[in-house]
């Protein structure tokens, strides 16, 4: 049941704190569906981009978008590996994210402080049903995920919340073999490494 997928390196949970830091000082108090889809954003943006994942986390097809469970399960329960770097706060039924700590750039280089500050400017204003309906739009990851999945309808029709259908990312790179190599031979370098950590 418990999958290396869902072990992280400190190097990863220190760039996904400081990132949440980072939004949460750019753009304030963050919704947890507004953070979420920030995040993956960040890791779609990113592999567009450069052709290499930004947090190298899993996103899953769910009804309101491209999901990372994990960083979903920090935020909903108790929070464990963000525990140093954010704070929730319940308003009203609806739990917000801040940042407990202030922002270490330590783990980003000039273009990943740049892809996360053009993140923040552009969507700072941005509610969260905007977001689920952009990473909703028709072709994207989520949406192929969520057909070849046979997810569209049940998620429609209100018959399902979530899946387990991860969202492969490299197909938004179809078309530039390029950066189609650059991202296979990343993950495939990281997998390798995860398993020499064993």
Known sequence: MFSSENIYTLEQIDKLGNAIVFLCERMGELSKTKLLKLIYLIEETSVKKYG???????????????????????????????????????????????????????????????????????????????????THREHSPWHQTAAENGLLEAFEKKLATSSNAEIDLSRILAGDDEKLKRYQGYKEFMAESRSLKR
């Open 52 to 134: 290499v994942p930004f947090f190298n986390i899993r996103f899953d097809a769910w009804h309101l978008g491209p999901v990372s469970r994990d960083l979903f399960v920090e935020i909903t329960g108790e929070t464990i590996l963000l525990d140093r770097y954010i704070d929730k706060v319940n308003e009203n039924g609806t739990i917000n994210v801040v940042a407990k700590q202030a922002f270490s750039d330590d783990e980003f280089s000039d273009n990943e402080l740049k892809l996360m500050e053009q993140i923040a400017t552009t969507f700072k204003y941005t509610a969260a049903d905007e977001l689920i309906r952009l």
